[in-house]
T-cell receptor, first 115, second 111 residues
Framework: DTGVSQDPRHKITKRGQNVTFRCDPI?????LYWYRQTLGQGPEFLTY????????KSRLLSDRFSAERPKGSFSTLEIQRTEQGDSAMYLC?????????????FGQGTRLTVV | AQSVSQHNHHVILSEAASLELGCNYS??????LFWYVQYPGQHLQLLLK??????LVKGIKGFEAEFIKSKFSFNLRKPSVQWSDTAEYFC?????????FGTGTRLTIIP
């Protein structure tokens, strides 16, 4: 499978713990996006990278969230001191360049449950 | 900032019925518009997209959408739905290098 892959698929953690998710984009895709989706809502933008540079972060991304894409390939999203409100599906997407005249490909997501 | 409205939250249809799902975005200018589908347990997949040109765009699985600039709308249609179309459908618009999604429409097809 050469699509976007995310790991783990599911994560259950206790409140206050740190968690880290990984996203492997489609090879040679320069753009990588993180989204969050809660029940009954559409995906909400969190942040995106052009190669290794993080170009934009949403106001949804509190100080407890950090994302990296150190070599311009895979990316990690870390949530520190998790809260119950962090429970959601975290989606990763990649695209060759920007959205203009191209599409993004989504991974299957990481479902986080904070108990 | 752009916003996307999908007014139909849950639609239930019988097989072979015609489908139209509404999508409106908040303001004009040059926009790229998308419909994504999420089948149960699967990832978001692109159904169709509009960048420019013919406002009637055709996508996979017999879906089409019409971009009406004057109405800020991009409604999704299918003349005859199948049970396998049961899924959640999301309309999205690009804005400043990222996508803004609607809240989605859950479509249930009754055999």
């Amino acid at each position: 499978d050469t699509g976007v892959s995310q790991d783990p698929r599911h994560k259950i953690t206790k409140r206050g713990q740190n968690v880290t998710f990984r996203c492997d984009p489609i090879s040679e895709h320069n753009r990588l996006y993180w989204y969050r989706q809660t029940l009954g809502q559409g995906p909400e933008f969190l942040t995106y990278f052009q190669n290794e540079a993080q170009l934009e972060k949403s106001r949804l991304l509190s100080d407890r969230f950090s994302a990296e894409r150190p070599k311009g390939s895979f990316s990690t999203l870390e949530i520190q001191r998790t809260e119950q409100g962090d429970s959601a599906m975290y989606l990763c997407a990649s695209s060759p360049t920007g959205w203009k005249n191209t599409e993004a490909f989504f991974g299957q997501g990481t479902r986080l449950t904070v108990v | 900032a752009q916003s996307v409205s999908q007014h139909n939250h849950h639609v239930i249809l019988s097989e072979a019925a015609s489908l139209e799902l509404g999508c409106n975005y908040s303001y004009g200018g040059t926009v790229n518009l998308f419909w994504y589908v999420q089948y149960p347990g699967q990832h978001l997949q692109l159904l169709l997209k509009y960048f420019s040109g013919d406002p009637l765009v055709k996508g996979i699985k017999g879906f089409e959408a019409e971009f009406i600039k004057s109405k800020f709308s991009f409604n999704l249609r299918k003349p005859s739905v199948q049970w396998s179309d049961t899924a959640e459908y999301f309309c999205a618009v690009n804005e400043d290098e990222k996508l803004t999604f609607g809240t989605g429409t859950r479509l249930t097809i009754i055999p």
